[in-house]
């Protein structure tokens, strides 16, 4: 328990303790910035999320325990609603799949152990800056630290308090319909144990998924939501196809859940006076893979970086820096999803002649990848190919 808290400056408060609060405040730990979590909810507790972790983002959380990995993700499967798919495997790791409860818990813990105060089960009420000094007030009191950094994820409370946004518009959002589905030793009829699958069954923009995960499957559907309504029928109705397709039937089903995920790509403002976002809460998931923990990673280590520089000299250039790690890949990828979603069958055209030469790669291993991708010839010339089928 804290002391009295009124009496207490923190360096840094985050409001979030997810992959991108948690991840900040262990590179604020590492830098001795005294630092304050806040989250309403008392892990583990489960986030919706397909709980696919790209070998990029496994780099740069620098390795997770075994028992949390379920499934270690060789091959990507592409479907269209005829049945017909392309594979795109590799010999190098792709992903892994977990639950979102263990690496979440495994964060925060990790964060504990770094010397972070974590405060779970208190919420964030209001966000005051003074200028000198920012306050949170929260279910438990109120809290002054130097800095405030918004983790709170896709409805965070900071923008709006601080200014920075007050909603986000239906384009810049992707809307997800997602479920559990527990298949025990009959996963193995169901799907590959080493593939993730997306298929494209011509939604308005975005796709449907399936990633194993142990005895477990992570289903689920998305879509820009100014044109994908009704996700939840639109997740039925893929889900009761692929059972019944491929006979096997769920032994459990968890509960169904509807979230959004904010894609980046374009420039927001995520900085005002003494106050940055993260994570979701700053818009960074990827608007063609929906991939958001790498950049909630990320953007919360450099977040954490231009704390320790502001605190010291009064000066950060988080914003640039978040443009010049990933924002201009997200740009990239913005523009291959724009072009690309809302037919089934562009996606397979456009990616059958890479099954072989994996320009692919880059984007799921290494830091900068589109760019990497798009540096290489041959994806130059395909990106030509694909705007004329297109
Ligand atoms: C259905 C779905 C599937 C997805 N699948 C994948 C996937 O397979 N792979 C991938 O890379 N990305 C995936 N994503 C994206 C990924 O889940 C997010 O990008 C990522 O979780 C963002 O992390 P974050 O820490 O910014 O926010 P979040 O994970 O949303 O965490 C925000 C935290 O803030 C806390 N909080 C919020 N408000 C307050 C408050 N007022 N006070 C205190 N605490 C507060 C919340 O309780 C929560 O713990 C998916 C997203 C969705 C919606």
Redesign the pocket.
Known sequence: MLPSTNLLMFDVII?????????CAIKCAEKSLETLV????V?P?E????????FK?LKTIGGIPREIVENKVYALKLFNSKGESIELRSKDLLCI?LF?SKL?SFLLNRAVDSGVKVLEG????KVRDYGEHVECI?SKGVFKGKILVG???????TPRETGLREKWSKKEV?V???ANFKLGSKIKEFCDLDAFEFHFPGFPIGYA?I?PKGEWV?I?V?GLASSFKKPLRFLRAFTKRVFRERRVNPLEKGKE?I???PVGGVKRRIVKNRVLL?????G???PL????????LK??ELAAKSCFKALRSGRHEYERECWEAFGLDLKIARKIALKFYGSEDRVLKAIKPFTRIPVWKPVIRDERGYRKMMSYKIARAAAKTIKKII
């Open positions: 409001i979030g303790g997810s992959v991108a609060g948690s991840f806040i989250e309403k909810d892990f507790r986030k919706p999320c397909g709980g696919g972790l790209t983002a799949s979102r979440d208190v919420k964030a009420l929260t983790a709170g994820g896709a409805y965070d409370l992707i997800c319909a997602t998924w990633f992570s689920g998305g859940r979230h959004i995920l993260v994570g979701d809460s700053a960074f998931a990827d893979s929906g991939e958001g923990i790498y950049y909630a953007s919360g």
